[in-house]
């Protein structure tokens, strides 16, 4: 398992302020640095204290070409980044198969939209379920469009 981390995650790029008590939008954005396996996980970046989400959507390039097997799960990070947490309501987007070819994926479970503000800050990260069959290697990007409200 290697960890990716985002510009985000990093503090390199700010996480957008939602405190007006409106629905926004939090953009988490990952290009990556080398061929993505199974069990990899990408940091995106804090989700803070008093957001909760509404709705998220996944964004991916082509990160696997040929025989492409690659999918993956959009959630919370458990405290260690080395895995998704999984509990209610945590994952968000399950097994996506949207980097086999590139695309959009939009929430499949009930997560996006039934987990409530959280009074700490919280991870969002990307796990690599099934790893890529011949990965494209850098230079690809992969985003999470988070609608929430803070």
Do not use: H, W
Not at 51 to 65: C, F, H, N, R
């Amino acid at each position: 398992m290697t960890l990716f981390v985002s510009k985000c995650a990093a503090g390199q790029k700010p996480v957008t302020s939602l405190n007006s008590g409106r629905p926004g939008v939090l953009m988490y954005e990952y290009v990556t640095t080398a061929n993505l396996a199974a069990g990899d996980i990408i940091d995106l970046g804090p989700l803070p204290a008093g957001v909760a989400p509404i709705d998220v959507t996944l964004i991916s390039d082509d990160v696997d070409s040929g025989s492409a097997t690659i999918t993956m799960t959009v959630g919370l990070l458990n405290a260690g980044k080395t895995d998704l947490n999984g509990g209610t309501n945590e994952n968000f987007i399950v097994a996506s198969t949207v980097g086999q070819t590139g695309g959009v994926a939009r929430a499949t479970t009930a997560a996006a939209y039934l987990l409530g503000a959280s009074t700490s800050e919280r991870r969002l990260g990307i796990k690599i379920v099934a790893g890529a069959a011949t990965g494209t290697g850098a230079g690809e990007k992969i985003a999470v469009l988070m609608t929430a409200v803070g």
